[in-house]
Every structure is written in C-alpha cells, then in structure tokens.
C-alpha cells in the first residue's frame, strides 16, 4: 500500500515511511492510495466475533500488504487489552465507552497501537531513536505517552496548552519520565499543533534529529479508531439495532470522525454520522456555509475538542474529493451541532436525573447531537463517549453535584510527581530547545 499527501505535492510513501515521517514534505496528511471493502457477509459475521478477531480483519485490509500477519496479529492483540461496550442510555440512544483502557480515553486504541507499530519498523530498519512530537488537548497526550512509555529507541516530547487541560488529564503524561518530556506551551492548542508542523518542515532540526507525530496527522494514529466503529456495530447488530445506525461524534481535531468514515467507505452499514461541536464549531459553519475558516480556538467545557484548524478536516475533503459537489456529498452524510457549556452542562444534569447515566462534557456533546438529529422510530443513536467522567472530576462534581468515584487506574497517575518544561509559543524558542537535546 502506498500513501499521498492531501496537498498532492509530495512523492508517494511505504507505510513504513509514512509512519514515521508523520506528516508529508509538501505539509499535507498521508492518505492510503485505496481503501478496500469488506464482504457483507464478513461484517455481518462479526456479531459472533470477539473485539480482537473483528480488529485483525480491519487491520489486515489497511496493513496486511506490509507487515507479516503473525506481527500484525501480535500488535492488535497487544493494542486492544481492553473491551469497548456499548452501553443502552435511553430509549433507542445507546454509548460507545472507549475509555476501559490504560489512560481511560478513546485514544488509547490508536497510542497503543501507533507505538507498537513504530516500534516495530524502528527495530526493523535499526533506527537509533525517533522522536515523536505530539500536541494535545488532553487525551491524545496521556494516550500516546502511555502507550510509547518504555519503549526502545523512542522519545516523546507532548505539547499542552498551559492551563487548557483538565489537571487529572495533565498528571498521566507529565508525571511519567523515562522517555517522555512534557512540554507546557503559553498558548491553546492550535499554538502546540502549529509548533508540531513547523518543527516537521525545518531542514536544520531535521537534519539534527529524527522526527514523526503521533497526532492523529499519523496515519497509524487515526486509522486504528476504525476498529471500534466496527465493534460497535457488531454489538449493536447482535442486539438486533444495527438497521439504521446513526453514529455521532464529539469532535475536535476531527480524527475519530474520519477513521468512522473510512469504516463507512470500506462497507460499514452507517446511515448517517453526526459531528458535535462546542464553541469551536469551524466545520459546522462549513457544512452551512460550504466554506472553511480556520479561527484561534476558545477554551470550553470539553476542552479536547477545543480546537480551531482541525488537521482532519484535510483528509475529510480529501475522501468526497472525487465528487462533483464534495460539499454537497459531506452533507449528505454528515450534519452538525454546537453547544455552548451552558448546553452541555444542561445536558450532563438532564441524563443524570433521568437514567443515573453520568456523561463527561464531550460525550454530553454526542448525546445531545442525537437528540437534536431528530432520530426517526427505526434508527439506532449512537454517540462515543470518548473519556471517563472522572478525568474531568471537578467540573462534573460541580454540574452534577456528586462526588463520583476516580479510578484505580487514575489515582495512580494521581500519586506522581509533575514533570514539565514552560515554553512559550513561538517557534523559535522551541527550535532552541530540540536542537540542545
């Protein structure tokens, strides 16, 4: 399998190279060439099938024609330690709970999963070290330090907007040392995501160490989040509420709604996606407006989707790109909202008092998304509930009035020390401290 660029200006790439570039010479996201369909009776068969078995099949379509079978089967089974069920809320809405892994978020699938893959072709080709630049706005952070944590031969540097993360969210990447360095930016995220990108298209600091990202710009961060797509449709399909999916998703950096699309596009029965927006709502003005206006992001509620340039929003033109209307065609499968915190957090109290169901601010964000979609009797609602509410402890407490009950796993990362670097946002300074490592 090969991979372009979005941007059309870059040579073709190997997977391998794709992976650990990150991001193309020509600054656009890597795209496989093709995205093969599964059989219909290969999905429908996946009801009888365990999250594992379901995810080596999809693997093997995007990654089988470059990576032995028995080594890609190792890396899935290492990536998915952990189940990812869906949940009835009310009436035909049903959760997706990605946040049963190590850091408790939805990225844990594509961390894990990136970092064994990349450990793998660094052990293949025998690289010294690769350095991995990651911006986040809180869960990619955790996920990605979590899963390279220890690993040969990598070094992690995460980019986080000071005071823009939830401080549970803030203590699983900086207080874990070894090979991963967290890096305090005076800026939003959009800052530490444009950081990240320049630090790929500088000859000098790129002669002085290797770079790759683990945002979702890598392809083997994104494309694994397609593996839950199908599970859930597995789960739902074996409940006999699989007919007229309609699948909304909390969405920031837009990389989780795009690995939902490439499911679609390889054969995945969804009706309809719903993208749910806070404030930072630039793709919803697309999908109105037909044009795209990046704008700085403001901090909100659900501040993992607090973005306002979504990198993914490439790669999403990039799929209709062979229709006459892509615009037309985008909103044809893909309609949106926005909700201010007041909404969400109105949201968060509602669902509570009714079903005992306890929603973090993002998944408030999915949940509403489908009430407000107008779901006919015969579709089924489901939206991702991307982090466990006890990441965002203080501000639940706070709407719910309630004390929920923080994680084993969290506590942990709770008890370390904090570890981080202050840098502010300009290129410039961050340049001077990659070039002295």
Same mark, same amino acid.
């Given at each position: 399998m090969k991979y372009y660029s979005t941007n059309?200006?870059?040579p073709v790439a190997s997977l391998e190279e794709a992976v650990v570039k990150g991001l193309a010479g020509d600054k656009g996201l890597y795209m496989p060439e093709y995205i093969d369909s599964l059989d219909e009776e290969v999905i429908a068969n996946m009801k009888n099938q365990s999250f594992h078995e379901i995810a080596c099949t999809v693997a093997q379509m995007f990654f089988g024609e470059d990576i032995e079978p028995e080594v890609l089967d190792g890396i899935v089974k290492d990536t998915l330690s952990f189940e990812t069920p869906v949940v009835p809320v009310k009436d035909n809405i049903y959760s997706l709970e990605l946040f049963h892994g190590p850091t408790l978020a939805f990225k844990d699938v594509g961390g894990r999963f990136m970092a064994r893959l990349l450990g793998y072709f660094i052990k293949k080709e025998g690289l010294k070290q690769v350095n991995v630049l990651v911006a986040t706005s809180g869960d990619t952070g955790s996920a990605v330090a979590n899963g390279f944590l220890g690993v040969p031969g990598i070094h992690v540097y995460v980019l986080y907007p000071k005071g823009k993360v939830s401080p549970i969210q803030e203590c699983q990447f900086t207080t874990l040392g070894q090979n991963i360095t967290a890096l305090e930016i005076d800026g939003t995220f959009d800052d530490c995501q444009a950081l990240v990108k320049s630090a790929f298209m500088d000859e000098e600091l790129n002669r002085h160490m290797k770079l790759t990202s683990a945002n979702s710009i890598n392809v083997a961060r994104f494309l694994p989040q397609s593996f839950y797509y199908f599970n859930a449709y597995a789960q739902l399909d074996k409940l006999g509420k699989a007919d007229e999916l309609v699948v909304c998703v909390p969405s920031g950096n837009f990389g989780n709604i795009t690995a939902g699309l490439f499911a679609y596009w390889m054969g995945l029965p969804i009706k309809r996606f719903v993208a749910a927006n806070n404030r930072n709502d630039v793709f919803l003005e697309y999908l109105n407006t037909g044009t795209y206006t990046p704008r700085p992001s403001v901090a909100t509620l659900a501040n993992a989707m607090d973005v306002g340039d979504p990198s993914n929003f490439a790669r999403i033109i990039d799929l209709f790109g062979a229709f006459n209307d892509p615009h037309k065609e985008i909103c044809a499968l893909i309609s949106g909202h926005r909700y201010t915190d007041e909404e969400i957090a109105s949201t968060m109290r509602a669902v509570y008092k009714e079903t005992g169901y306890i929603l973090d601010p993002h998944g408030a964000c999915g949940y509403q998304g489908l009430l407000d979609s107008d779901l006919s009797e015969t579709e089924t609602g489901l939206f991702l509930e991307t982090a466990h509410p006890a990441k965002f402890k203080g501000t639940v407490d706070k709407i719910l009035e309630a004390d929920i009950e923080i994680p084993a796993k969290l506590?942990?990362?709770? @008890? +370390?020390? $904090?570890?981080?670097?202050?840098?502010?946002?300009?290129? @410039? +300074?961050? $340049?001077?401290?990659?070039?002295?490592?």
């Open positions: 059309k200006q870059a506590k942990a990362f709770m @008890e +370390g020390t $904090k570890q981080s670097i202050e840098l502010a946002k300009d290129f @410039e +300074g961050f $340049k001077s401290f990659l070039m002295s490592r």
